[in-house]
T-cell receptor, first 117, second 112 residues
Framework: GAVVSQHPSWVICKSGTSVKIECRSL??????MFWYRQFPKQSLMLMAT?????????EQGVEKDKFLINHASLTLSTLTVTSAHPEDSSFYIC?????????????FGNGTRLTVT | SQQGEEDPQALSIQEGENATMNCSYK?????LQWYRQNSGRGLVHLIL?????REKHSGRLRVTLDTSKKSSSLLITASRAADTASYFC????????????FGEGTQLTVNP
């Protein structure tokens, strides 16, 4: 149980285009999901907390107009990288916590490798 | 920003040996969790230890927590080549819901 599906697993796009990444909790409801960015051989950097039915909470230094987050249902959050540039190339990972189990561990998607050419 | 620091940054051992990774943090916590990440993949939860616990075991894993020193350790006994991965500690604070702050990670290589 507690599976998080992230799609796509990799994407290559041209500079200036937008890319949408989906994060779905397959067998549980998740009011809260998290989006991270990870550079090679580094730790996860929290970008934003996605809240179902309300605006996302962005970490300091993360441009909310560039990284659009939509959490329209209890099982789906999307991250859209708008007007992508080569410096946006990175590994993006989502995670979700189970609503019905307080203080439970996070469940992670398998990540999306974004390459902007 | 990451509040956790882990050491060593990289660890290379032989199969059958034990691997110990350490994690330090800066603020009061609700719980501390350890995760594993295989290259190019998401994170997998290994073990959660609450602030009022001092030691926890799960199979070949042993985690300790010293809240007075704000530190934790993860011990993997009888390591296997399949244990090769990056290991991250993550802290959860009382006021942050399920939000986690990750350490810098330890890259473990287990040589067959």
């Amino acid at each position: 149980g507690a599976v998080v599906s992230q799609h796509p697993s990799w994407v290559i796009c041209k500079s200036g285009t937008s890319v949408k990444i989906e994060c779905r909790s397959l067998d549980f409801q998740a009011t809260t999901m998290f989006w991270y960015r990870q550079f090679p051989k580094q730790s996860l950097m929290l970008m934003a907390t996605s809240n179902e039915g309300s605006k996302a909470t962005y970490e300091q230094g993360v441009e909310k107009d560039k990284f659009l987050i939509n959490h329209a249902s209890l099982t789906l959050s999307t991250l859209t990288v708008t007007s992508a540039h080569p410096e946006d190339s990175s590994f993006y990972i989502c995670s979700a916590s189970i609503d019905s189990v307080p203080n439970s561990p996070l469940h992670f998607g398998n990540g999306t490798r974004l390459t902007v050419t | 920003s990451q509040q956790g620091e882990e050491d060593p940054q990289a660890l290379s051992i032989q199969e059958g040996e034990n691997a110990t990774m350490n994690c330090s943090y800066k603020t009061s916590i609700n719980n501390l969790q350890w995760y594993r990440q295989n290259s190019g993949r998401g994170l997998v939860h290994l073990i959660l230890i609450r602030s009022n616990e001092r030691e926890k075991h799960s199979g070949r894993l042993r985690v300790t927590l010293d809240t007075s020193k704000k530190s934790s350790s993860l011990l993997i006994t009888a390591s296997r080549a399949a244990d090769t991965a990056s290991y991250f500690c993550a802290t959860n604070q009382w006021t942050s819901g399920s939000r986690l702050t990750f350490g810098e990670g330890t890259q473990l290589t287990v040589n067959p």
